[in-house]
Nanobody, 116 residues
Framework: QVQLVESGGGLVQAGGSLRLSCAAS????????MGWYRQAPGKQREMVAT???????TYEDSVKGRFTISRDNTKNTVNLQMNSLKPDDTGGYYC??????????WGQGTQVTVSS
């Protein structure tokens, strides 16, 4: 059973920064992509950022230039550096790992709250 464990969430003022980390129980090279998704109250879960095993990245439009996703293959972690945070960034942030066969694994989530 694969486990993904997020950490790093919290309460921050608008304009501040947070760094989220996702630790995997097995090599992250076994996933085709890893990513971060978020879900605000009453809204659907949405992709924030993804990174492939080759290092290619994608970002949701509203976070481009503010968030950076990275991976550390030696530590089996995927990180999300979030700068210039806005109240609209508030939500539960979930780590995702997707295999070549499109099997998805999810972490339990970490809460990010940005106050205005």
């Amino acid at each position: 059973q694969v486990q993904l464990v997020e950490s790093g969430g919290g309460l921050v003022q608008a304009g501040g920064s947070l760094r989220l980390s996702c630790a995997a129980s097995r090599s992250i090279n076994s996933f085709y992509t890893m990513g971060w998704y978020r879900q605000a109250p009453g809204k659907q879960r949405e992709m924030v950022a993804t990174i492939t095993s080759a290092g290619a990245t994608t970002y949701e439009d509203s976070v481009k230039g503010r968030f950076t996703i990275s991976r550390d293959n030696t530590k089996n972690t995927v990180n999300l550096q979030m700068n210039s945070l806005k109240p609209d960034d508030t939500g539960g942030y979930y780590c995702n790992g997707r295999t070549v066969g499109f099997i998805n694994y999810w972490g339990q989530g970490t809460q990010v709250t940005v106050s205005s």
